[in-house]
């Protein structure tokens, strides 16, 4: 599935691009409810914080994080300091470090800022996607797995944008009554339950939740970036453990 095709020259190189690309499209497409639900979210979250509507534009275009995002804002609503504000984003977003740890063998041998590009667009969702399809190949790095990925991105980041933006822009229409954040939880957890449909990944949901409970009262969200560590390893050790089995 991974291994470059015996067909060379511009048109099967082409041909290979657009087959993943479309798996990638394919993959991403039942998350993007999801995606829609907490960009419409995030963004009249930034209106209702007090950010003006070109700062929430700018935000929602150079962040590009929802968890970091919706972290930020009630800091920026009391006036917190610049350092405090970003130290909390930094701390919720450090799933990403294992995030790109893990997909580095995939695009190591592309100039940085190719890598920092494609870093920009890395979400959960991506990630998921990705790893369970490309994890175990013996061969890295090839141009299906990099439009692979490049067809989950691509849809993800056009919605999340397009609705965050109507968001920002519907944000002082919509009353607080109406709970959007618990529509969004709601959205998330129709993809989530659907993956736990093998041991291993049942396994790190429930280590992940319960962590996440159980540190709920660290400061600054460091719960989450637990919940992530022993969600993973919990994960890689279920799945270790069912391989040696078989």
């Known amino acids: 599935m991974s291994a470059e095709p015996a067909a ?3 048109a099967a190189e082409r041909a290979e691009r657009v087959a993943a690309f479309r798996a990638g499209l394919r993959a991403v497409a039942p998350t993007l409810v999801a995606t829609s639900t907490w960009g419409l979210v ?6 209702k914080s007090g950010l003006t509507d070109s700062m929430a534009l700018a935000m929602t275009l150079l962040v590009y994080a929802g968890s970091a995002q919706l972290t930020s804002l009630p800091l920026i609503a009391t006036g917190a ?6 130290a909390a984003g930094t701390v919720v977003n450090l799933r990403f470090v294992i995030f790109g740890a893990a997909l580095h063998p995939y695009f ?3 100039s940085w800022p190719r890598r920092a590009a494609l870093g920009y667009f890395i979400t959960d969702m991506s990630f998921v996607l990705f790893m369970p399809r490309f994890g ?23 919605t999340w944008q397009a609705f965050s933006i109507l ?8 009353p607080a009554a109406w ?5 969004a939880v709601l959205a998330v957890l129709a993809i989530t339950v659907p993956l736990a449909n093998t041991r291993p990944m049942l396994v790190a949901i429930l280590a992940g939740a319960g962590a996440a ?11 989450l970036a637990v919940a992530v560590v022993c969600g993973v390893a919990s994960g890689m050790w279920a799945e270790r453990r069912s391989g040696r089995a078989a």
């Open 81 to 86: 300091p610049l350092w405090l504000i970003f």
């Open 167 to 174: 968001g920002i822009f519907l944000g002082s229409l919509v």
């Open 136 to 158: 175990d190949v013996p061969v890295k790095g090839t141009r299906e797995q990099l439009w692979f990925f490049i067809g989950v991105i691509t849809p993800g980041w056009i």
């Open 8 to 10: 060379s020259g511009p």
């Open 179 to 183: 709970s959007l954040d618990f529509a």
């Open 108 to 110: 190591r041998h592309y």
């Open 213 to 223: 409970w159980i540190c709920q009262p660290l400061p600054l969200r460091l719960g």
């Open 42 to 47: 995030t963004g009249v979250a930034m209106v």
